[in-house]
């Protein structure tokens, strides 16, 4: 970053600078923060007017802090003083406006004193937010420094898995087919899920093993079904059964194969198909990000076709409003947000974007292509031209295979710090995918977004 000043005598009657903001739900929380304003006002999913709609409104001596950010870095720059600051305001400023600071001068003293007319208007429109005048001291040394660095915020907003677990907790406990918990993560996973009332586990596998897990963890099986399997996938096999007469209300993974738990589940007559194909969702708590983020499909279908993707669009939308999601949008990603025929899945994404207007995707809207940064980013999808309800504000991603989904999911995972559910849809049940590198948080949360599924699509009200 380079910031280069104006000293007193470079500054004439007349000059003008301007900044640009767009106004992120980040900008307001770090304000609030920072400054200690609280008000409910600023925060998402606040209705403080009672107007019926979200307020969102961002605090006025924010918006006046851009007048600031002028002064300081661009007219007169760095090394200026302020000696003082009137303020008019006109209108409220959103979270997704973009405003425009604009000053000028209007009168120079010998003491070293500049007064500057200031104004923040919004855009397009050019409505007037905050008008004023700025009386400060020039800087009279020469600064032009480059390569000046300041630190990255990411903001730990309110956990939303935390949320999950306390709609999840009123519900009643998922009775659930843990295949092969014989080791001890697998078995603690489900055990921990257990004492916060979210499953109640049936436990199949080989029973001597799981024994000796729980002894290992200090567990207690004590009232809790425990059936002896010979192998892995016939353990597999059981689950199928227990779903398919109705004694068991979602699948968990322990320690085995995906595809030896899977593969009986897609067998035609004892499985547990349901219409769909089977595809894998990550419901992914990034710090931020002001809603989750769904990530499919990164575990199950390696190379999608165009009929597979519509599956795994529509099964994340079901699971999106689930969770809470309204209007879910979907965003088709690429590596391009531009449809280029030498690139598949720009023209998958095209297709699937259509499909969706002509009602053949149902109940989200879906755009693409859109690139990641575009998907996710308000000002980058604003640089690229890109409007509608989608670009900037995705909340599931569609990954053109199973590399980019999973290198996407583990990269939020892993580098981004956030934590993930895995899911698999298209079942008859909910299947909960765990890592045995999952935490906790992610174990728990996997179980809650199941519970929580599998009960609105059973008309289950708390």
Do not use: W
Request: hydrophobic content about 45%; overall charge negative; aromatic content about 4%.
């Amino acid at each position: 970053m380079r910031l280069v000043n104006r000293t007193f005598g470079e500054i004439a009657i007349g000059d003008t600078a301007e900044l640009r903001r767009l106004i992120t739900q980040d900008d307001i929380y770090v304000f609030a923060v920072a400054s200690g304003n609280h008000n409910p006002m600023h925060m998402p999913g606040q209705d403080v007017d009672g107007d019926g709609k979200s307020d969102s409104v961002a605090p006025g001596l924010f918006v006046a802090s851009l007048i600031s950010a002028v002064l300081g870095t661009l007219l007169p720059g760095p090394g200026t003083l302020y000696r003082r600051q009137t303020l008019g305001f006109y209108d409220r400023a959103r979270v997704g406006e973009e405003l425009v600071c604009r000053v000028r001068v209007t009168a120079k003293e010998d003491t070293g004193m500049i007064t500057l007319a200031t104004e923040v208007r919004r855009l397009p429109d050019e409505a007037l937010m905050v008008s004023g005048e700025a009386e400060v001291v020039a800087p009279s040394v020469r600064f032009d420094r480059d390569g000046l660095e300041f630190p990255g915020l990411i903001v730990q907003r309110h956990r939303h898995f935390e949320a999950l677990l306390e709609r999840a907790r009123p519900l009643p406990s998922l009775i659930t087919a843990v295949v092969c918990p014989d080791e001890e993560k697998s078995l603690d996973g489900a055990l921990l899920a257990a004492r916060e009332s979210l499953i109640t586990p049936i436990l199949i596998g080989n029973a001597d093993r799981i024994a000796t897990a729980a002894a290992t963890l200090g567990a207690d099986l004590s009232g809790i079904e425990v059936i002896n399997a010979a192998s892995d996938e016939g353990a597999a096999v059981i689950a199928c059964q227990l779903v398919n007469q109705g004694r068991a209300q979602a699948v968990m993974k322990g320690h085995l194969h995906t595809d030896d738990l899977l593969r009986p589940m897609l067998d035609k007559t004892s499985g547990l198909r349901a219409g769909r194909r089977f595809t894998h969702v990550f419901v992914v708590d990034v710090p931020g990000m002001s809603h989750p983020l769904m990530v499919t499909d990164a575990a199950i279908n390696i190379a999608p076709d165009l009929a597979t993707k519509i599956d795994i669009i529509q099964n994340a939308i079901d699971l999106s409003i689930s969770v809470g999601t309204d209007v879910p949008r979907v965003a088709v990603l690429s590596a391009v947000e531009t449809i280029n025929p030498a690139i598949q899945s720009s023209v998958d994404a095209a297709l699937l974007a259509k499909m969706a207007e002509r009602g053949q995707i149902t109940g989200g809207v879906v755009d693409g292509p859109l690139a990641m940064d575009n998907a996710v980013d308000l000002g980058a999808a604003r640089t690229k031209g890109l409007a509608g309800e989608v670009a900037g504000r995705a909340n599931i991603l569609v990954a053109p295979g199973i590399d980019a989904g999973n290198m996407l999911a583990k990269q939020l995972t892993f580098i981004s710090n956030a934590e993930s559910a895995g899911i698999v849809l298209g079942a008859k049940v909910p299947v909960l995918l765990n890592s045995r590198s999952d935490s906790p948080m992610s174990r728990l949360a996997s179980c809650a977004v199941a519970a929580i599924h599998h009960f609105r699509l059973a008309g289950y009200s708390a």
